[in-house]
């Protein structure tokens, strides 16, 4: 699983859980997961485009709303040229 964040754990609210819940699901599940921190406005497009394609990820979760208008369009993207990678958005519409 790829995690991708806004910002960091620092914050305590929304970008915090999403760190322990990847870490618990890593320990818990025994997954391999990547967490994207402080992903800029400018870059997030090519984050997420690189871990949807890389092929190394099942799940590319993406937590903030200001992800909303990138992600669906690379996951569209993503499905149309058969990759398996799945997306979850959260908060989402």
């Given amino acids: 699983m790829a995690l991708v964040l806004g910002g960091d754990e ?3 609210g929304f970008n915090y859980v999403a760190i322990q819940a990847a ?3 890593a320990s818990r599940y025994g997954w391999n ?4 921190r402080d992903v800029s406005y400018s870059d997030q ?3 997420i485009t690189s871990l949807a394609q890389s092929g190394r990820y099942d799940l590319v979760w993406v937590v903030g709303n200001q ?19 799945l997306f979850a958005q959260v908060p989402s519409y």
């Fill in 33 to 36: 997961v990547s967490i994207s």
């Fill in 67 to 85: 992800f909303i208008g990138t992600t669906e369009p690379i996951a569209n993207q993503s499905y149309g040229a058969g990759l398996k990678t």
């Fill in 23 to 25: 870490n618990q699901i």
């Fill in 10 to 12: 620092t914050d305590l």
């Fill in 45 to 47: 497009g090519g984050v």
